[in-house]
């Protein structure tokens, strides 16, 4: 059954033989697998398994929380609460770090996770994800949130399930962005994909157009070129998608190339993106970089941007190097004003930002 088939515990046996840590990161990774198949059994059943539709709550982003955005959450931290690797999580779903409870033995790392990326596709069944991340907390004592707080390079691995017609978990443990695919009637994660390359360029973006008119300039200026295609400066056409779910999304682009745009935007000025970083951003940065590509906040590396807040939400531009390049060339033309033929007045005034991410 096995033959020549690399299972994800021998895959992580093998890239991970040399860190000496009694196999706690593959261990965790395995529970992360563990809770991945829990999740990806419920969100097939659909709405057979009563799981569609809201629960009267909001969560800490105040959203209304899904029936699966609870039961994903509850499974990761069942999950790998337990196995001794931990010494705390963070999820999308809950204000205040998690505690490994007191029967249990504390580890080393850090998980944050979003148990249920896309939620709001779930009841149209479109494909939905998990997203971790592992930090290492090199302290006796349980962590502060400020312990999360390490800039996206710190990851020691990091990875997102796609629960599509196939359910996929695609990891990097820092060699390489790899990808598995659940064999169902085994149960078990499969090497499909070794060694995933993102092509440096693109005629691919994703952006949610409806917010154009929130948008910096940089990125109008890209979207325009894009839409201009080979009438315009780019000298080709260009396709859209937008998936409205981040996995599915970044997914595409590590199959066949293209750029996911979600940028600051002036729509809720307090909120500087969509996207938070340390459960977001920093794991899929990290999956495109290990992958060839390349992932910004349009004025520097997402990774290299230290959280100031569990919850801190980052503008995402990511996926083939070249492009993103482009796109970060606009945003530093348009800060040193080389670019005035798109500037609109609502942006010559800089304060009206109050962050640089
Ligand atoms: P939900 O989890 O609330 O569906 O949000 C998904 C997401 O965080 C990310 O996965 C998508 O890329 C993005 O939001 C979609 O945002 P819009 O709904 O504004 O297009």
């Not at 033995?105 to 991340?133: A, E, H, M, Q, W």
């Not at 300039?217 to 056409?237: L, M, N, Q, W």
């Not at 796109?327 to 800089?350: C, Q, T, V």
Request: charged share 25%.
């Amino acid at each position: 059954m096995y033959l020549g088939r690399t299972t994800l515990s021998k895959f992580l046996i093998e890239q991970l033989h040399e860190l000496d840590d009694n196999g706690q990161l593959a261990g965790l990774l395995v529970d992360v697998a563990a809770a991945v198949k829990s999740i990806a059994a419920m969100t097939a059943k659909g709405a057979l398994g009563g799981f569609h539709g809201v629960i009267d709550n909001t969560n800490v982003q105040g959203e209304i929380q899904k029936k699966l955005d609870v039961l994903s959450n509850d499974a990761l931290i069942d999950a790998c609460e337990w196995g001794g690797m931990l010494a705390g999580m963070v999820s999308e779903e809950m204000e205040e770090p998690i505690q490994i409870p007191a029967e249990f033995k504390r580890g080393r790392y850090l998980l944050n996770f979003d148990p249920l990326d896309g939620s709001s596709n779930i009841d149209v069944n479109v494909s939905v994800g998990t997203i971790f991340s592992v930090l290492v907390h090199d302290k006796d004592t349980p962590p502060t949130v400020e312990d999360f707080l390490q800039e996206g390079r710190r990851q020691v691995a990091a990875g997102y399930a796609i629960y599509g017609p196939a359910t996929m978990l695609v990891i990097t443990v820092g060699k390489g962005t790899h990808a598995f695919t659940l064999d169902r009637e085994i149960g078990n994660f499969i090497l499909t994909h070794e060694n995933l390359r993102i092509p440096p360029d693109t005629s691919e973006f994703a952006i949610n157009t409806s917010n154009e008119r929130f948008w910096e300039p940089p990125i109008s200026r890209y979207v325009e070129e894009c839409k201009a295609g080979k009438t315009g400066v780019r000298g080709r056409d260009f396709n859209m998608r937008w998936i409205a779910s981040m996995v599915a999304d970044v997914h595409r682009i590590l199959m066949r190339g293209g750029v996911f745009m979600y940028p600051r935007d002036t729509k809720d000025p307090a909120k500087v993106g969509r996207l938070r970083l340390l459960y977001e951003a920093n794991p899929i940065g990290f999956i495109v970089e290990q992958a060839g590509g390349a992932a910004s906040y349009g004025r520097g590396a997402i990774l290299d941007h230290a959280a100031d807040s569990a919850h801190q939400r980052i503008a995402v531009i990511l996926g083939s190097k070249n492009e993103v390049e482009r796109i970060e060339r606009y945003h530093a033309e348009h800060d040193s004003g080389a670019d005035r033929p798109y500037a609109s007045p609502l942006f010559k005034d800089r304060s009206l930002y109050r962050s640089e991410v």
